[in-house]
């Protein structure tokens, strides 16, 4: 079939070379105009076979919006448009209504797969309609890891269910990361264990803690085996925030991910507040001896961390 692709960044351009793979034809259109195959989106609506479908991978909140927005001028009855973006699902209904009032169709896509997607395949968690659902099924089957669908596709409910499930799907990210990363200093903090990434190694294979994310921190530190060149910063998506949202929305117990969030939050400080109070309480009530700053330190301070954002990912 033919598609149109918004947003060509490495999640979308790398979608639409897997979709190219599998023998569809892709046409593209990114703001960055030498990745793109049409100057506009209406020039991308003119190019493609009607009832036309359009994939948008841009980043969520109002760059979805807008070209979303964009697309309901210039699209027609029947075209299908999917919101692939991590967008929150609370928002979706608000797009599908703003589509079909014009006879338009709507899926909202949750994808999972990072830069590996593109050899590995893409998990896809879709929401809406069954018959808007079943004609996405060709390019479901191109992106999808091989074997069988129901093992890297979900057709998961109404409009707003696959940006939910991948919401989820983001928030259980977020736990996993943070428990092997607590067992990776617990290991590195330890006075016995002398070779800490042949521990993990050790553990990629017959244990009940295999997984991706662990072969993933083995290559890390095949590349950086003190992860030296890191520092200790990370940055939160916003589907870990609105997953602890939404579990107090539905009071749903969910200390894994809230604690998993905020150590986030603590990596960000590089004097945190919260210990300088409980270092300044344990001295009061116990005359506990109290670290004091440096001179150097205080000449640092105030900088601020530097750090890049990545898109989508947990």
Known sequence: MQIGMIGLGRMGANMRTRLQRAGHDVVGYDQ?????????????????PRPRTIWVMVPSGGPTRDTIAQLADVLETDDLVVDGG???WSEDDANAQLLHERGMRYVDCGVSGGVWGLENGFALMMGGAADDVERLLPVVDALRPEGPRAEGFSHAGPVGAGHFAKMVHNGIEYGLMQ?????????????????VPSVL???????VVRSWLLDLLVQALDDDPGLERIRGYAEDSGEGRWSVQDAVDHAVPAP??????????TSRQQDSPAMKAVAAL?????????AQVSQDT??????????GSGHGRG
């Open 86 to 88: 991590n967008s929150h």
């Open 179 to 195: 428990a092997y990363a607590e067992g990776f200093e617990l290991l590195t903090a330890s006075d016995v264990v002398t070779d």
């Open 298 to 307: 205080q000449d640092t301070r105030g900088a601020g961390p530097t750090s």
């Open 201 to 207: 190694r050790a553990w990629s294979r017959g244990t």
């Open 32 to 48: 960055d105009q030498t990745r793109s195959d049409t100057a506009d989106l209406a020039g991308l609506a003119a190019v493609l």
């Open 282 to 290: 344990r001295h009061q009530f116990g005359g506990h001896e109290v």
């Open 256 to 265: 894994v991910t809230s604690a998993a969030l905020f150590a986030r939050f």
